[in-house]
Antibody
Framework: EVQLVESGGGLVQPGRSLKLSCAAS????????MAWVRQAPTKGLEWVAS????????YYRDSVKGRFTISRDNAKSTLYLQMDSLRSEDTATYYC??????WGQGVMVTVSS | DVVLTQTPVSLLISLGGQASISCRSS???????????LHWYLQKPGQSPQLLIY???NRFSGIPDRFSGSGSGTDFTLKISRVEPEDLGVYYC?????????FGGGTKLELK
């Protein structure tokens, strides 16, 4: 069974950093494209970043480019999202997805002073 | 960026009825490789989104045949026949043909 478990969320002040993790199991992690998608409170879904199976290529939405870094450790079957210079508009539930097919339960990130 | 416009925004359906949701794109979703990367998701209350349909018309694993997708180019439709209580929630379309990937605004399916 495919399982994706996010962690690392919480309350953080504007301008600070946070690193999300997503532990994957139930499939061969290194074979799949991974992505982060977020959902602000009461809003719709928004793709944030993607990474190829090898980690050789990464893609970001413009609003997070230069502030967020997606990465993966295939040996640990774990996906990461390093979020720097956080803004209030980054407040959302962040979902880890396996090629946009399987989704984790999400982790909440609140950026507020 | 590609804009996906979903209509209606909300839908009141009786149990056992049929629902139809439209997703219109601001540009063609046919990829240079010939595939069309338009997918449909359902987000039930308090849950993560779940994939229903991928590449326009292919049902994902475990999705009942009450769900069907169709369309081409810029116009796509999700149909749900014989609506059941577990079908309620917000439906989203997603395009992965063009970067950045974009979602439609969502359609909330509620019981009449």
């Amino acid at each position: 069974e495919v399982q994706l478990v996010e962690s690392g969320g919480g309350l953080v002040q504007p301008g600070r950093s946070l690193k999300l993790s997503c532990a994957a199991s139930g499939f061969t992690f290194s074979n799949y494209y991974m992505a982060w998608v977020r959902q602000a409170p009461t809003k719709g879904l928004e793709w944030v970043a993607s990474i190829t199976n090898s980690g050789g290529s990464t893609y970001y939405r413009d609003s997070v480019k230069g502030r967020f870094t997606i990465s993966r450790d295939n040996a640990k079957s774990t996906l990461y999202l390093q979020m720097d210079s956080l803004r209030s508009e980054d407040t959302a539930t962040y979902y880890c997805t396996r090629d946009m097919s399987y989704w984790g339960q999400g982790v909440m990130v609140t950026v507020s002073s | 960026d590609v804009v996906l416009t979903q209509t209606p925004v909300s839908l009141l359906i009786s149990l056992g009825g049929q629902a139809s949701i439209s997703c219109r794109s601001s540009q063609s979703l046919v990829h240079s490789n010939g595939n069309t990367y338009l997918h449909w998701y359902l987000q039930k209350p308090g849950q993560s989104p779940q994939l229903l349909i991928y590449q326009v018309s292919n049902r994902f694993s475990g999705i009942p045949d009450r769900f069907s997708g169709s369309g081409s180019g810029t116009d796509f439709t999700l149909k749900i026949s014989r609506v059941e209580p577990e079908d309620l929630g917000v439906y989203y379309c997603l395009q992965r043909t063009h970067n950045p990937w974009t979602f439609g605004g969502g359609t909330k399916l509620e019981l009449k």
